[in-house]
């Protein structure tokens, strides 16, 4: 294992670690690789649009159970998995041991400034309760023509889901994402500078709703944000949730369609 020495800072803030998030994630540790079709697809696709480099101080900001990090590894001489779940990080751990790991808050990063020449991160900053903080706190962490990769959901993410939920209560059980346009807005914002960007929609199918629904909850991502709410699920809303659902049925299976911003930007010396 590398040496840390010279990546940290001393904050000096309270770090408010998001509980209900952290407990979501590590109970779905186990369960996530089983489960986890749509992220490794965003995953591989992220990892293609990797600038061509070899890079010093390389950071996976949210690396749950450690997927990208093999990859990482071969082009990075110090790399850093950073996830909200200890649990995760445990199953990280034992794919890639030699890898170095910090349980913290993407908001409120422990590392110096310009620590890093790469920080990568797929569908895990939709977590974050601000994109422009985040940003700003990247865009602090990476060095001068550093780049930040990542990956994450936007609007009109998982439609059939809501829509199935709304015929049901009037209520979308889900959370909602912001425009690509108000991502990119945010990076502006924050004065990193946009490389590349897409938008692409990803649909998978399932033999059952049931099959829907776990593809979200196995792998963690079930937690409703604070400006959300999530109302009780008799067996009578679920009955008809499920009848609701399956009118998507586009004969090939139960359809759930994510839209997935993948952006690379980049820090530019000032």
Known sequence: MVSLNGLFMTLNVDVM??????KSFGRAASTYDFHADFQQQVLSYLLSM????????????GCGTGNALKELANNSDRLIGVDLS??????????????????????????SNNAFDLIFSSLAIQWCQSHLSLFKEIKRIIDFNGWWCFSTLCEGSMY????????????LHSNQYPSSDKILSDLAESGLEIYQQEVKTITMRFRTVQDAVYSVKKVG??????????SSVTPSTWKEFVEQYSAFHDGIGIPLSYRVAFIIARKKVE
């Open 50 to 61: 990797l600038p061509s480099s070899d890079f010093k101080h390389v950071m996976d900001l």
């Open 86 to 111: 200890e649990n995760m990080l445990d199953m990280a751990r034992q794919k890639m041991p030699d890898v170095n790991f910090i349980c913290a808050d993407a908001e409120a990063l422990p590392f």
């Open 160 to 171: 059939e889901m809501g829509e199935a939920w709304k015929q049901v209560d009037g209520r």
């Open 17 to 22: 670690y998001k509980k209900q998030l952290a």
């Open 221 to 230: 991502a079930s937690v409703i944000t604070e400006n959300n709410h999530r």
